[in-house]
């Protein structure tokens, strides 16, 4: 658990106001009609110990006191030496100026604040009117101010990283009282999941303008027939606030090139097989799609492909698929959760380097950049929401469900277009056994379907066996499964790993006719160190655990198992405790900075061949 002093009250998290926030799923970009400013930089930060300042209207003014420096985006956690705002539990405030360009006219442009996202809770004022609040991490959320902004302005964020029963992720608070043992109000923030409660602005806040009637969404399905004889683009497309008088809608391929041309919202271009280029993994093509309404323009890369899952087998345009690769973190040195051009840069060229085909966004969705990246390399991406840590019967509630359902609504708003999507993963290890759990995932799941206009398949992630909740497993196309054979069970016996998996993958398939991903396994390895034979946690013992599992895959390829992703891509933060030493997890097969521990070279030249095999 992170652990706080602090006096936390109840009603922490009731929303100020009822204000309607927007989550456009368009990314903020620069065209012939569209600007913006990003407000990355150094923000005036202030730790609310006490968590009053909602209490004492600190948005009404600058902030003063102890007021900091914060870098946006960043985790604030790791950034300063004060182990009081590490392990800070609630209120964190953030401002900054903006300065409105006088170019820009709320006569003839809309304006546009835009949060990529925050940790958990957000409340945003501008100069010191409330215009909105958001209930969740990881995803985008935004407000119109046009009316309101000044030549300057002072916009004014507070950010709450508290988890409750009915957040996603989940978690309980304790505080307390009249116990000898803790200062009276001593508070301790729990949670069900083996990574640190990073918080605060971790992605871009931006500033844009639309003109007055706007491309609000967009929306990309595709139609492919076995034969690639040719493809139909289809789009639905949402203008606001009314109907344009004129759309032109335009298919470019890189060259530049015009494939394809429409002049209705909805409808279908279609690509004849000369000018047809796929997205495949590993041999991406992006084309432009080039919308025009009235004076807004706005330019989409898609990339054409369809996906499904058919009998045991999961088919990329009509292909088998086979998932290599790794789970991720959104972790690094000193950032946290912070997204970092940077880190999304170096994370990609060793993707590249280990010669993965997929990874998992473990356990929430990703930094807008992580996607982009992997649509033009070809990288295919299982979409994770936050739901992780959904270990205590009590979190299946209406409330939560509520919430799950919401998030999934932003996640696949977000992410519906980007080829390199694949699958949405509804959960990591929830608790199977509980008996709400059995309505609560299939209504996740059936309203997941509902929502999504793509028809991506939805894939489950448990660390439970075959039998524990077959209701539950019913609901999805996918199974994954966390193994960690020879490490949480039988630690130490390799030799055992081989008959145990076995056995395991037997009943899965005997049991479902549904395929598979070991979408987990992994042993905790300390840099340098060594031993023969191999000792757990030893270079040596890592590489001869995933030997040990690979052994195993290679006899159910093609038989029902379609992936297998190590965990985890790099060491991550943890909170502290005694099986976490210097609060990491050491199962990466690269250090926290990203160097190749010793088995990463073995992963580079299996998934070289997997990826060989699979042409």
């Not at 990574?195 to 009637?213: D, I, Q, S």
Request: hydrophobic share 35%; charged share 20%; with cysteine.
């Amino acid at each position: 658990p992170s652990i706080g002093n602090m006096n936390m009250q109840p009603t922490l998290l009731i929303l100020l106001m009822t204000i309607i926030v927007a989550t456009s799923a368009l990314r903020v970009q620069r065209s012939s009609s569209r600007e913006f400013i990003d407000l990355s930089g150094f923000w005036s930060f202030k730790l609310d110990e006490n968590n009053v300042g909602i209490k004492e209207q600190w948005y009404k003014q600058s902030l003063t006191g102890d007021v900091i420096q914060m870098p946006v985006p960043s985790s604030y956690n790791d950034i300063t030496q004060n182990d009081k705002l590490r392990t800070h539990i609630g209120w964190v405030w953030y401002e900054t100026d903006i300065i409105t360009p006088a170019s820009w006219s709320p006569d003839t442009q809309r304006m546009v604040i835009r949060f990529e996202g925050a940790q958990y809770f957000t409340s945003v004022w501008l100069d010191g009117t409330h215009i909105m609040d958001h209930d969740g991490g990881h995803l985008p959320f935004e407000f119109e101010v046009s009316s309101m902004l000044k030549p300057r302005s002072r916009l004014t964020v507070a950010v709450n990283n508290t988890l409750t029963p009915y957040t996603i992720p989940p978690g309980d608070i304790h505080i307390h009282e009249n116990n000898p043992n803790y200062p009276n109000g001593y508070t301790v923030q729990e949670t069900h999941f083996d990574f640190f409660n990073y918080a605060g602005l971790n992605r871009a806040v931006k500033l844009y303008t639309t003109p007055k009637v706007w491309i609000d969404d967009i929306t990309i399905t595709y139609d492919l027939p076995e034969s690639h004889s040719e493809a139909t683009v289809n789009h639905e497309i949402v203008v606001l606030p009314k109907q344009p008088n004129y759309v032109s809608i335009h298919l470019i391929n890189k060259e530049g090139t015009i494939v394809s041309s429409s002049n209705t919202l909805n409808g279908s271009l279609t690509v004849k097989k000369e000018d047809l280029h796929l997205w495949q993994p590993g041999n991406a093509y992006l084309y432009s799609l080039r919308i025009v309404s009235e004076n807004d323009e706005y330019i989409l890369p898609i990339g054409i492909r369809v996906v499904e899952v058919k009998g045991l087998q999961f088919l990329i345009n009509h292909k088998p698929f086979y998932f290599h690769g790794v789970d991720k973190h959104e972790d690094s040195i000193i950032r946290g959760a912070g997204v970092s051009d940077a880190i999304v840069a170096k994370d990609y060229y060793m993707l590249n380097w280990l010669n993965v085909n997929a990874f998992r966004t473990s356990h929430n969705p990703y930094a807008p950049e992580f996607y982009e990246w992997a649509d033009r390399e070809g990288i295919v991406i299982i979409d994770e929401c936050p739901a992780v840590g959904l270990n205590d019967c009590n979190y299946f509630s209406n409330r939560t469900l509520d919430h799950h359902k919401k998030v999934m609504d932003e996640i696949i708003n977000r992410d519906k277009n980007h080829p390199s999507v694949v699958m949405w993963s509804i959960a990591n290890e929830p608790n199977l056994k509980c008996k709400d759990a059995v309505y609560y995932f299939k209504e996740v799941a059936e309203h997941t379907r509902h929502i999504d206009p793509t028809d991506r398949p939805l894939i489950i992630v448990t660390n439970y066996d075959y039998d524990s909740n077959q209701d539950i497993v019913k609901n999805v196309d996918v199974v994954g499964i966390n193994r960690y054979y020879s490490w949480y069970s039988d630690s130490g016996h390799l030799e055992l790993i081989q008959r145990q998996l076995t056995l395991d993958l037997e009943k899965w398939f005997s049991t479902y006719n549904l395929p598979i991903i070991v979408t987990e396994y992994g042993a905790d390895t300390i840099p340098g160190l060594h031993h023969d034979p191999p000792f757990m946690f030893t270079e040596d013992y890592q590489l001869s655990f995933s030997e040990q599992y690979w052994a195993v895959f290679d006899r159910f390829i093609n038989k029902g198992l379609i992936g297998e992703l190590v965990w985890n891509f790099a060491d991550f933060r943890t909170g502290q405790s005694t099986i976490r030493v210097g609060a990491k997890n050491f199962k990466g097969i690269l250090t926290r900075d990203r160097q190749p521990k010793s088995v990463a070279r073995a992963f580079k030249n299996r998934y070289a061949k997997l990826k060989k095999s699979s042409k």
